[in-house]
């Protein structure tokens, strides 16, 4: 489970630089692409974007189900 755990938290951290990158790079160019070609900049800007998303996320889902339904050893739920 600690590969899990490790698998898991470098999928988070690979999404988060990736959140972080297209926040203060992608979305302010976006209004430098003009109306008459905007739509079409934006639609292959998500299509490509989920070739570079889409695998950590995958690996985020499948390590956090298996976190859930095989805690670590030691690994306690929060009290209610």
């Keep these: 489970m600690k590969y899990v755990l490790l698998a898991h938290l470098a999928a988070t951290l690979f999404m988060v630089g990736v959140i972080w990158f297209v926040q203060v790079v992608h979305y302010p ?39 859930v339904f095989r805690r670590p050893e030691g690994g306690r739920l929060p009290p209610r």
């Design 29 to 67: 160019l976006f209004s430098r692409v003009g109306p008459e070609k905007f739509s079409l900049y934006s639609e292959a800007h998500s299509r490509l974007t989920t070739y570079v998303v889409g695998p950590p996320m995958l690996v985020e889902a499948a390590t956090a189900l298996l976190l």
